[in-house]
């Protein structure tokens, strides 16, 4: 959970308060300490390095060569779409590298290597995207709970005024609605990045068996 300045102010009470009021505890700790503002249990890594799960031959220098083959292409989309079964990969992946033979071993570990790189790139893009989302998340949170913060200090001034304050605790109702269904959401949009890494590293363990 992240950390929040709810309130502005000396009275530590009324922080106490809100935090209650917000669902938050007084003394939120950080997911992350690193990352103080990263709202989930899974610690940040912005990137991801093609050797934490690739042991095949480097991809460094393939750039997008892989898009000018349409077959490889054709897989590599497949690979990326989580909706497919990665069992029915293996033999897509095994026939578009060609027989093991001797003397074409390069070649067919280069086509290995190609679907690998592009595989690679498109999921890398979709776990940045994912957690581009997930902070963009947060920070709808963060403006949330901010904008309670605020309303409560309105509620308090405006204890003389019934419909007024009666305006105020609508807002407020309707605020932590949205607040508590994001916040029930929040498992889900956690766990993004974490299911586009698995599914890479299965996919780079399907293609390393592949190798001659």
């Given at each position: ?76 989309r497949r690979a990326a779409d989580d909706s497919v079964d990665l069992a029915t990969l293996e033999p897509q ?33 979709q776990r940045t995207a994912a957690i581009a989302s997930i902070e963009r998340y947060a920070q709808h949170q ?63 363990r399907m293609l390393s068996a592949l190798l001659s």
């Amino acid at each position: 959970m992240r950390r929040y300045s709810l309130i502005l102010g000396p009275a530590f009470a009324s922080v106490l308060t809100t935090a209650a009021i917000i669902g938050l505890p007084a003394a939120a700790v950080a997911q992350d300490p690193k990352n103080p503002d990263w709202p989930c249990p899974q610690i940040l890594v912005p990137t991801l390095s093609p050797a934490s799960v690739w042991d095949g031959p480097s991809i460094d220098g393939l750039g997008e060569e892989w898009q000018r083959d349409p077959a490889i292409a054709t897989l590599i989309r497949r690979a990326a779409d989580d909706s497919v079964d990665l069992a029915t990969l293996e033999p897509q992946a095994e026939a578009l590298a060609g027989p093991l033979k001797q003397g074409a071993e390069q070649e067919r570990d280069h086509r290995i290597a190609l679907v690998f790189a592009g595989t690679f790139q498109t999921l890398d893009r979709q776990r940045t995207a994912a957690i581009a989302s997930i902070e963009r998340y947060a920070q709808h949170q963060r403006a949330l709970r901010d904008r309670i913060a605020a309303a409560l200090r309105d509620l308090d001034a405006a204890s003389g005024d019934a419909a007024r304050a009666q305006e105020i605790k609508g807002a407020i109702a309707w605020d932590r609605r949205i607040l508590d269904d994001r916040r029930r959401a929040q498992t889900a949009v956690c766990e993004q990045p974490a299911r586009i890494e698995q599914r890479l590293g299965q996919i780079a363990r399907m293609l390393s068996a592949l190798l001659s």
